[in-house]
């Protein structure tokens, strides 16, 4: 986690502290879906914990920020206290760098924890903040707020100096979950314990602990469950259920059913369905299906229809048959006189809607070809298509210096500057579609005009981007044009500095902070995806390791200053949002590279953005810089 980028964030952050919920000796279940950001501080007591996706065990005083729209799961297993504050925060600037961090680190919807060193200090903090809370005065409640920056500022900085700890997510329980949710599959051991990152022997031992099987025991289970219900269901036979759910064939599932239940699958199945069909069917008898497993009974159902048609059909008689034919052709009579009489009817205009799914799975009525359209990010994928939104937020328009020779000054209006787009603005330019990359901000959009969620995180590559933003605008030909030139012009590119550079010749791109630098990431911003993803050279070995092992933060890899010499590539570029007028530590200072005068510097303004345009001329703008560094040094 970027700590200072965060820290920077709340610092110009304004608070509106919603409620405070003080729980004391509570052995209650909880689920709740957050209505407001919120920490939740657990003070005495130990429980299970999920927010959203992510488990957690605990034992110890813990605090958990919370994103507004999340889930909260709380089973304790010991009486517990615990504080919920929830609250609502808007990043307030001027300029457009700010909203840049806020856009991509999003602040009060970025999950984090602390289990910190000095709870006594943050328990009295808590306290007295619920005390002042129940008064209800006003001057009390500003005493609130300040209590509530000073409780995140004690968080961060015990998270920054390392005096608190993460707290780790609950990795046996995220095993169960990974069964849960692919009982169909094949388990390997090894690979579920390496994505856990603990050896297989320390998977065996804990999860037995927790559940008394082993994973291959309790996944066996799960799939005698499963296959137990869908005999129940008496929906599919049984040769469809033993596919279904990862069996070789029937034979092999027939006899795995009957080791554990002591009954044939067919058995099973006359025995309780002739039992069920006396009951009353009720939600509660209803089984849950995961969505994999719903997807694949829909795929048997289609099946199993198709089927059942072609039985009943070789049954039909053939005077049947012949009686039918008869029928269908004086309905074929009518038809042909129905066609002759609608062929001399003026005809009526095509339909200019569609349905289309975005990327957030919504089905959505958009225009066939929408003319004016406004979005909140893409703005790259937009103009790669020879479009011009009507509108675009501000942040896409002041560092995305390579996409300015694709508009007219005044062609594109700003919708907003202050980390929300402007519902009056968008109103006034009357766009027939808004494309936002944010899922939550569909419902006030659409009030306005119809709204698609993109998400550049849903493809595969930057020309994958284009080819489904050119499917939603219907403007196909254009995105294929798009294409065609981006691997070309690439190709290009990719020459020049195979021609310049040594075989094997291994890359960094540096972006520095003042406490610490940070590795770009092969998909990021700052040209970590231009370098690495689109033209495709070689990082340094470390960082292939990072690539490899770690999930980045925000497209970026914190490293400290003091072993920042371990990431030097071979060519070292460096970019320089957050540190500007800042001093830089020796460690970085006295790296040969830097001494030397041998890293090439990255322009803000033209490496900010990671849109498919701004990445291809990215991509060709460094190639440039490789060629002209080469030959600098030869000199």
Not at 479 to 493: G, H, I, P, S, Y
């Amino acid at each position: 986690m970027n700590y200072d980028a965060h820290m920077l964030l709340w610092e110009n952050a304004h608070i509106k502290v919603k409620h405070i919920e003080c729980v004391v000796n509570t052995s209650v279940q909880k689920n709740e879906v957050m209505k407001y950001s919120s920490l939740l501080i657990i003070t005495v007591g130990e429980a299970d914990i999920i927010i959203g996706d992510r488990p957690y065990q605990v034992q110890r005083f813990s605090i958990f920020h919370i994103g507004k729209s999340q889930t909260l799961h709380i089973q304790p297993h010991k009486p517990m206290n615990y504080f919920l504050i929830h609250y609502k925060g808007e990043v307030l600037y001027t300029d457009t760098f700010m909203q840049h961090i806020h856009m991509q680190y999003q602040p009060f919807q970025t999950h984090f924890s602390c289990i910190p060193a000095n709870p006594i200090v943050i328990q009295k903090l808590l306290q007295d903040m619920f005390s002042k809370w129940q008064t209800g005065s006003t001057h009390e409640h500003l005493f609130i707020k300040a209590s509530f920056y000073e409780l995140i500022y004690r968080v961060f900085q015990e998270l920054a100096e390392g005096q608190g700890k993460p707290h780790e997510m609950d990795k046996v329980e995220l095993a169960r979950f990974y069964l849960e949710e692919h009982v169909q599959e094949p388990l390997s051991i090894q690979t579920l314990a390496d994505s856990l990152q603990i050896s297989t022997r320390h998977l065996l031992r804990v999860f037995k602990e927790r559940f008394g099987i082993g994973p291959q025991m309790y996944l066996q289970q799960l799939k005698i469950q499963r296959a137990k219900q869908y005999l129940i269901d008496n929906e599919f036979d049984i040769k469809e259920i033993a596919l279904s759910l990862g069996y070789e064939d029937e034979y092999y599932f027939s006899r795995a059913f009957k080791k554990e239940t002591s009954m044939a699958p067919s058995i099973f199945r006359l025995k309780y369905t002739a039992t069920m069909s006396e009951l009353a069917i009720t939600n509660e008898n209803h089984f849950q299906y995961n969505k994999n497993q719903l997807e694949q009974a829909k795929r048997l159902k289609i099946g199993e229809n198709e089927i059942m048609m072609k039985k009943m059909f070789n049954h039909i008689k053939t005077p049947f048959l012949l009686s039918l034919l008869v029928l269908l052709a004086a309905c074929g009579e009518d038809t042909k006189q129905q066609a002759e009489d609608n062929a001399s009817e003026p005809k009526t205009a095509q339909s200019d809607t569609r349905i289309v799914t975005d990327d957030s799975g919504r089905e959505v009525e958009i225009p066939v070809k929408a003319q004016r359209i406004v979005t909140d990010w893409y703005l790259g994928q937009i103009l790669a298509l020879d479009v011009v939104p009507v509108g675009a937020v501000v942040a896409n328009l002041d560092y995305a210096a390579f996409l300015k020779p694709y508009y007219q000054d005044g062609e594109i209006t700003n919708i907003g500057t202050d980390g929300n787009a402007s519902l009056e603005k968008i109103l006034e330019l009357q766009p027939d579609l808004i494309i936002t990359w944010n899922p939550e901000d569909v419902e006030k959009y659409e009030k306005i005009a119809p709204t698609i969620v993109f998400s550049d995180t849903a493809y595969q590559s930057a020309t994958d981007e284009v080819k489904a933003m050119g499917e939603f605008l219907g403007r196909q030909e254009e995105a294929d044009a798009f294409v065609k030139d981006f691997e070309n012009r690439v190709t290009q590119a990719q020459e020049k500095i195979n021609a310049a550079i040594p075989e094997g010749a291994t890359f960094t791109i540096f972006d520095l902070f003042e406490k610490n630098a940070t590795v770009v990431g092969n998909t990021s911003v700052s040209g970590g995806r231009a370098l690495y993803q689109i033209l495709g050279v070689k990082p340094q070995e470390k960082i292939q390791e990072l690539f490899d092992t770690k999930e980045s933060n925000g497209g970026r890899y914190d490293v400290s200053y003091e072993v920042v010499g371990d990431y030097v590539g071979d060519y070292v570029f460096v970019i320089n949002f957050f540190n500007k007028d800042g001093q830089l530590p020796p460690t970085w200072t006295n790296l040969d590279v830097v001494k030397n005068n041998q890293i090439i510097p990255l322009e803000a303004e033209y490496y900010f953005a990671s849109d498919p345009l701004s990445g291809l001329h990215q991509a060709e703008d460094l190639a440039e810089k490789i060629v002209a560094f080469t030959k600098s040094q030869e000199k």
